[in-house]
């Protein structure tokens, strides 16, 4: 099982117990200052289901419409889904004010209900919810089988006879060419009615001045009707005259037929075309029905079970084994295994306790928790997730607005050139059945919806197969956006690191009673007794040796220590303690210093030498160094430094293969910041970055003409996000980089950037195939159907073929978008073995790598033995040799600046206004490797902090921004 540490999901708000500021800050959010954050989009916004659009004329009509109502934005319309997003000032905005102008352009509108309805699950439990895609293509599929029961005798009494078909006696014949027309009228007129949307709609659009496609289909097939009966009239005036040879003619040039096929084609074209359009809303389909539908809650002494909409904040929740959690809350009382991969990402389920954040819709594997409720409805993890994909989905990326600017006018172009057809073919003496013919051609051959479908479709389900994939793009824009990205900045901290120290390294001396049997058994008894010294520490390099001494007495079978006597903690410097009859001391090189382990004069002295040039080493590498003394005399040096995460070194490598240059930002020292940037593989870092500076160096890279993106996840990378052309947040940061960017990643995992614009990508690529289709097909059937070909090469279309090539090009648009549902990144699909290898081992529920809580094994800490005799002898010979002469001295002035502690810096303050503020400030700033006191002056709005000498102002800025304040200057 996997006892990873139990932390809020992705998105949530940082909450009461658990934060996710890595200052380990236990307020509240309401505790701490507001940070705010210039957002890249207008926070406000309604969402309307739209009524009676059917093209992208509609579309462009009701945007146009909205964009004049006072206090309007922003508003995208999006014809997939039927819906409208608005962005408004809230001020002057009226949701009924935009009603009304959506029903002044001749559709209908309608207030959707907030994210957290749109959450809930079917009411009866275990149906399946039938979505709107579904309940519309249902009905569609009902009127084109009605249609069709009527059609296909039409088309058999209309050219049974041409296909040597017999016809009963009264319809055979010149003579019966009455009847015969007659009984078209009859087997015409129900697939009219059954269809007469398109009629209602289509002149309900001229009326309005706004032809739409439903405009062109009811002009095409009402020609066609008016032409017919007007026929039959002429065949009762020829039938009384016994006008044979004009009844012959009449015979054959009904045309109730085209009427009836093209409206039963395009409703065939509308039923594919909607049942593909269901497929475009799977993955949010399937978001929504991960929260259950009820909930068992604590009410006046009794266990109830009520809907989910019902639960409130506060409410205790009983969530039983095998069940999903409902909300978001903290246990209170039991403990469980909560499997959180339909948030998360996380395969194997997490431990949770009394006191631990759960989020809803995950899954107790087993045991009995009762849950406080925090966040529900709306507020709840699930909603956010929800309404961040509809919003994508429902937005406008830029490459839509040339099919905009298209539709706007396609219609009445289309109308013209229909007409145009009709007179000159009339003019070049064809007859009235010829022109008609083509002119009907001509209207309903033209397809608008492919055009207005070609992008939203797309944005739908990538931003949906981003989603399955854990990338919540926030906007079509964003998605676009991404695709011509040419540089990638990576803050360091949490998103290429982990975001928290690890041993790596350690320096002992081998005792000769040991020498000839297990040296290495030394190294790992001396960790043992680190971690044991750091117990009950909340210091984040305390946790490390804690947890490191932990394994190591586990794996190494290590007897059990005595216990803890006289334990002292020395702020910002280390700890002092005895066991059994000895003195320990485990701190810093200035905390050695102090109690003499540590001297001038020593540094040249075999018994401290190579553990200070060790240290030295360490430090070169960027690495955090932390000394153990027994009874004065140092025994070990321990290395410890924020590693990579494991997927770090491909996301850069795949980041490069796309052709994208890589920039690591940090505040960290030029050493830390070498180490991580070469083990990674970057292109280029920058170190000792100021959090403004990251903007700025974001800011540098956009002057010189680069499009870039910014990932990372602090409340100091917020500027930059901002300032990006695409920001990207870890999904595990802070609320602040989650507002500030276009993309987040839920799992955390750096890969995620690199499959979010590969996903980019291919998602703008299918958006070309599909508009190049819409307009393609246009560009050769409009003129096909208006007879351009005929005198060169006789050929023509008849109307009903021109009708399904019609919908036929909608389907295709669609189909092809559903392409994107097979999407796979690069990384999964052609990963090394061991990602293979980790993927089995998770689903046989067990791990392949040492790792059991997301932290390394001791397997990765490298153990290097040290021995008196063969340390003085190789000091002899360096000390003799004038290189040997100024690494002494180097190691002489790294312990004279320790000791004389030369480093104090004031650093000024804002935000703070209570004791509380004065001591979580103190608290971040002690918690910075290598500042050894830290002092907050609360009126003065000041802290006094002194450090070791390798603490840089980005790092005392970090901390301080992380723990929610700001950092006006910083004076030494």
């Given at each position: 099982?996997?006892?990873?540490?139990?932390?809020?999901?992705?998105?949530?708000?940082?909450?009461?117990?658990?934060?996710?500021?890595?200052?380990?800050?236990?307020?509240?959010?309401?505790?701490?200052?507001?940070?705010?954050?210039?957002?890249?989009?207008?926070?406000?916004?309604?969402?309307?289901?739209?009524?009676?659009?059917?093209?992208?004329?509609?579309?462009?009509r009701?945007?146009?419409?909205?964009?004049?109502?006072?206090?309007?934005?922003?508003?995208?319309?999006?014809?997939?889904?039927?819906?409208?997003?608005?962005?408004?000032?809230?001020?002057?905005?009226?949701?009924?004010?935009?009603?009304?102008?959506?029903?002044?352009?001749?559709?209908?509108?309608?207030?959707?209900?907030?994210?957290?309805?749109?959450?809930?699950?079917?009411?009866?439990?275990?149906?399946?919810?039938?979505?709107?895609?579904?309940?519309?293509?249902?009905?569609?599929?009902?009127?084109?089988?009605?249609?069709?029961?009527?059609?296909?005798?039409?088309?058999?009494?209309?050219?049974?006879?041409?296909?040597?078909?017999?016809?009963?006696?009264?319809?055979?014949?010149?003579?019966?060419?009455?009847?015969?027309?007659?009984?078209?009228?009859?087997?015409?007129?129900?697939?009219?009615?059954i269809?007469?949307?398109?009629?209602?709609?289509?002149?309900?659009?001229?009326?309005?001045?706004a032809?739409n496609?439903?405009?062109?289909v009811?002009?095409?097939?009402?020609?066609?009707?008016?032409?017919?009966?007007?026929?039959?009239?002429?065949?009762?005036?020829?039938?009384?005259?016994?006008?044979?040879?004009?009844?012959?003619?009449?015979?054959?040039?009904?045309?109730?037929?085209?009427?009836?096929?093209?409206?039963?084609?395009?409703t065939?074209?509308?039923?594919?075309?909607?049942?593909?359009?269901?497929?475009?809303?799977?993955?949010?389909t399937?978001?929504?029905?991960?929260?259950?539908?009820?909930?068992?809650?604590?009410?006046?002494?009794?266990?109830?079970?009520?809907?989910?909409?019902?639960?409130?904040?506060?409410?205790?929740?009983?969530?039983?084994?095998?069940?999903?959690?409902?909300?978001?809350?903290?246990?209170?009382?039991?403990?469980?295994?909560?499997?959180?991969?339909?948030?998360?990402?996380?395969?194997?389920?997490?431990?949770?306790?009394?006191?631990?954040?759960?989020?809803?819709?995950?899954?107790?594997?087993?045991?009995?928790?009762?849950?406080?409720?925090?966040r529900?409805?709306?507020?709840?993890?699930?909603?956010?997730?929800?309404?961040?994909?509809?919003?994508?989905?429902?937005?406008?990326?830029?490459?839509?607005?040339?099919?905009?600017?298209?539709?706007?006018?396609?219609?009445?172009?289309?109308?013209?050139?229909?007409?145009?057809t009709?007179?000159?073919?009339?003019?070049?003496?064809?007859?009235?059945?010829?022109?008609?013919?083509?002119?009907?051609?001509?209207?309903?051959?033209?397809?608008?919806?492919?055009?207005?479908?070609?992008?939203?479709?797309?944005?739908?389900?990538?931003?949906?197969?981003?989603?399955?994939?854990?990338?919540?793009?926030?906007?079509?824009?964003?998605?676009?956006?991404?695709?011509?990205?040419?540089?990638?900045?990576?803050?360091?901290?949490?998103?290429?690191?982990?975001?928290?120290?690890?041993?790596?390294?350690?320096?002992?001396?081998?005792?000769?009673?040991?020498?000839?049997?297990?040296?290495?058994?030394?190294?790992?008894?001396?960790?043992?007794?680190?971690?044991?010294?750091?117990?009950?520490?909340?210091?984040?390099?305390?946790?490390?040796?804690?947890?490191?001494?932990?394994?190591?007495?586990?794996?190494?079978?290590?007897?059990?220590l005595?216990?803890?006597?006289?334990?002292?903690?020395?702020?910002?410097?280390?700890?002092t303690?005895?066991?059994?009859?000895?003195?320990?001391?485990?701190?810093?090189?200035?905390?050695?210093?102090?109690?003499?382990?540590?001297?001038?004069?020593?540094?040249?002295?075999?018994?401290?030498?190579?553990?200070?040039?060790?240290?030295?080493?360490?430090?070169?590498?960027?690495?955090?160094?932390?000394?153990?003394?027994?009874?004065?005399?140092?025994?070990?040096?321990?290395?410890?430094?924020?590693?990579?995460?494991?997927?770090?070194?491909?996301?850069?490598?795949?980041?490069?293969?796309?052709?994208?240059?890589?920039?690591?930002?940090?505040?960290?020292?030029?050493?830390?910041?070498?180490?991580?940037?070469?083990?990674?593989?970057?292109?280029?870092?920058?170190?000792?970055?100021?959090?403004?500076?990251?903007?700025?160096?974001?800011?540098?890279?956009?002057?010189?003409?680069?499009?870039?993106?910014?990932?990372?996840?602090?409340i100091?990378?917020?500027?930059?996000?901002?300032?990006?052309?695409?920001?990207?947040?870890?999904?595990?940061?802070?609320?602040?980089?989650?507002?500030?960017?276009?993309?987040?990643l839920?799992?955390?995992?750096?890969?995620?950037?690199?499959?979010?614009?590969?996903?980019?990508?291919?998602?703008?690529?299918?958006?070309?195939?599909?508009?190049?289709?819409?307009?393609?097909?246009?560009?050769?059937?409009?003129?096909?159907?208006a007879?351009?070909?005929?005198?060169?090469?006789?050929?023509?279309?008849?109307?009903m073929?021109?009708?399904?090539?019609?919908?036929?090009?909608?389907?295709?648009?669609?189909?092809?978008?559903?392409?994107?549902?097979?999407?796979?990144?690069?990384?999964?699909?052609?990963?090394?073995?061991?990602?293979?290898?980790?993927?089995?081992?998770?689903?046989?529920?067990?791990?392949?790598?040492?790792?059991?809580?997301?932290?390394?094994?001791?397997?990765?800490?490298?153990?290097?033995?040290?021995?008196?005799?063969?340390?003085?002898?190789e000091?002899?010979?360096?000390?003799?040799?004038?290189?040997?002469?100024?690494?002494?001295?180097?190691?002489?002035?790294?312990?004279?600046k320790?000791?004389?502690?030369?480093?104090?810096?004031?650093?000024?303050?804002?935000?703070?206004?209570?004791?509380?503020?004065?001591?979580?400030?103190?608290?971040?700033?002690?918690?910075?490797?290598?500042?050894?006191?830290?002092?907050v002056?609360?009126?003065?709005?000041?802290?006094?902090?002194?450090?070791?000498?390798?603490?840089?102002?980005?790092?005392?800025?970090a901390?301080?921004?992380?723990?929610?304040y700001?950092?006006?200057?910083?004076?030494?």
């Amino acid at each position: 099982m996997n006892q990873t540490d139990s932390k809020p999901a992705a998105l949530t708000l940082q909450p009461d117990v658990k934060p996710l500021n890595r200052t380990g800050d236990k307020r509240s959010q309401a505790e701490r200052p507001e940070q705010t954050v210039a957002a890249k989009t207008p926070d406000n916004a309604w969402r309307f289901d739209v009524g009676g659009m059917t093209c992208a004329a509609c579309q462009v009509r009701v945007e146009k419409a909205v964009a004049k109502v006072p206090g309007v934005k922003q508003v995208a319309v999006n014809l997939l889904t039927n819906s409208m997003q608005v962005h408004f000032d809230p001020e002057t905005a009226d949701a009924t004010a935009i009603v009304a102008a959506v029903d002044r352009a001749g559709y209908s509108a309608h207030l959707k209900p907030s994210a957290a309805a749109a959450a809930k699950p079917a009411a009866l439990p275990g149906r399946r919810a039938e979505t709107v895609q579904q309940r519309e293509a249902r009905q569609i599929k009902r009127r084109f089988w009605t249609s069709a029961a009527f059609t296909i005798p039409l088309l058999i009494v209309a050219m049974g006879p041409m296909l040597g078909m017999p016809l009963p006696t009264f319809l055979s014949g010149t003579a019966n060419t009455a009847n015969y027309a007659f009984l078209q009228l009859l087997l015409t007129l129900p697939v009219i009615v059954i269809n007469r949307n398109f009629f209602v709609n289509g002149f309900k659009a001229l009326r309005h001045l706004a032809p739409n496609m439903d405009s062109l289909v009811a002009l095409g097939a009402g020609a066609a009707l008016a032409y017919g009966i007007l026929t039959i009239f002429r065949v009762n005036a020829a039938t009384a005259t016994q006008d044979m040879a004009t009844l012959m003619q009449l015979h054959h040039n009904l045309y109730f037929e085209s009427a009836a096929t093209i409206l039963t084609l395009i409703t065939l074209g509308k039923f594919l075309e909607a049942r593909s359009k269901s497929h475009t809303t799977d993955s949010l389909t399937a978001l929504m029905r991960l929260a259950p539908e009820t909930a068992l809650v604590e009410r006046g002494g009794q266990t109830e079970e009520i809907p989910l909409g019902q639960v409130k904040s506060g409410d205790i929740i009983q969530v039983k084994s095998n069940s999903r959690v409902p909300v978001d809350g903290v246990i209170v009382s039991g403990s469980s295994a909560v499997d959180e991969s339909a948030i998360t990402g996380e395969s194997l389920p997490v431990d949770k306790h009394e006191g631990d954040w759960v989020t809803g819709a995950t899954m107790n594997t087993y045991g009995f928790i009762r849950v406080e409720a925090r966040r529900v409805g709306e507020d709840s993890t699930l909603a956010k997730i929800i309404r961040l994909v509809e919003d994508a989905g429902g937005s406008k990326a830029p490459i839509a607005h040339l099919a905009d600017k298209i539709a706007s006018v396609f219609v009445p172009v289309v109308m013209g050139l229909a007409l145009l057809t009709l007179v000159v073919w009339l003019l070049l003496g064809y007859g009235w059945s010829f022109a008609l013919n083509l002119a009907i051609a001509v209207l309903v051959i033209s397809c608008p919806c492919a055009l207005g479908l070609a992008t939203p479709v797309a944005l739908m389900v990538g931003t949906g197969r981003g989603a399955s994939e854990g990338i919540l793009i926030k906007s079509g824009e964003a998605l676009e956006t991404a695709h011509g990205l040419q540089t990638v900045v990576l803050d360091k901290t949490g998103t290429l690191t982990e975001g928290r120290p690890r041993v790596t390294d350690i320096y002992y001396r081998r005792p000769d009673a040991v020498a000839a049997t297990r040296p290495e058994r030394e190294g790992w008894r001396l960790l043992q007794l680190a971690g044991l010294l750091e117990q009950g520490s909340e210091h984040p390099l305390a946790r490390a040796l804690t947890k490191a001494g932990q394994q190591a007495a586990l794996s190494q079978q290590l007897p059990a220590l005595p216990e803890v006597r006289q334990f002292t903690a020395h702020s910002g410097l280390g700890v002092t303690a005895a066991l059994g009859q000895q003195t320990y001391a485990l701190g810093n090189r200035r905390f050695m210093t102090a109690q003499g382990a540590v001297s001038l004069a020593a540094a040249g002295s075999p018994d401290t030498a190579d553990f200070l040039a060790a240290a030295s080493r360490y430090e070169n590498d960027g690495k955090t160094t932390v000394f153990l003394a027994v009874d004065g005399q140092l025994q070990a040096v321990f290395g410890l430094a924020d590693q990579l995460r494991p997927s770090s070194v491909q996301a850069v490598q795949d980041f490069q293969k796309l052709g994208l240059e890589v920039v690591m930002l940090t505040g960290d020292k030029e050493g830390s910041a070498r180490a991580i940037a070469k083990q990674a593989g970057v292109d280029r870092y920058v170190a000792e970055v100021m959090p403004a500076d990251k903007e700025a160096e974001v800011r540098r890279l956009q002057a010189e003409g680069r499009k870039v993106a910014m990932i990372g996840d602090g409340i100091n990378d917020a500027p930059a996000l901002v300032r990006a052309d695409t920001g990207i947040a870890i999904g595990a940061g802070t609320d602040v980089a989650l507002d500030a960017a276009d993309i987040v990643l839920m799992h955390s995992d750096l890969r995620d950037a690199v499959t979010a614009i590969e996903l980019s990508r291919a998602t703008l690529r299918n958006i070309k195939e599909n508009l190049f289709w819409a307009f393609i097909y246009n560009v050769i059937g409009i003129p096909l159907a208006a007879g351009v070909w005929y005198a060169a090469f006789h050929l023509l279309l008849n109307p009903m073929f021109a009708a399904a090539a019609m919908s036929l090009s909608s389907v295709f648009v669609v189909t092809n978008a559903l392409r994107l549902t097979r999407f796979k990144p690069a990384w999964r699909r052609f990963g090394p073995p061991e990602e293979q290898s980790r993927k089995q081992a998770a689903q046989a529920g067990r791990s392949a790598s040492p790792e059991t809580d997301g932290d390394a094994g001791i397997d990765q800490i490298k153990l290097e033995a040290g021995d008196r005799q063969a340390a003085t002898t190789e000091l002899q010979a360096v000390a003799a040799t004038p290189v040997g002469q100024k690494q002494i001295q180097s190691i002489k002035q790294t312990s004279r600046k320790e000791a004389l502690n030369m480093s104090k810096k004031t650093v000024f303050v804002e935000g703070m206004s209570c004791n509380h503020c004065r001591m979580a400030v103190e608290k971040a700033l002690s918690a910075v490797p290598g500042v050894s006191q830290a002092k907050v002056d609360l009126a003065a709005k000041q802290a006094k902090v002194e450090t070791d000498g390798s603490v840089t102002d980005a790092a005392l800025t970090a901390a301080v921004t992380d723990a929610g304040y700001s950092v006006s200057h910083i004076e030494a």
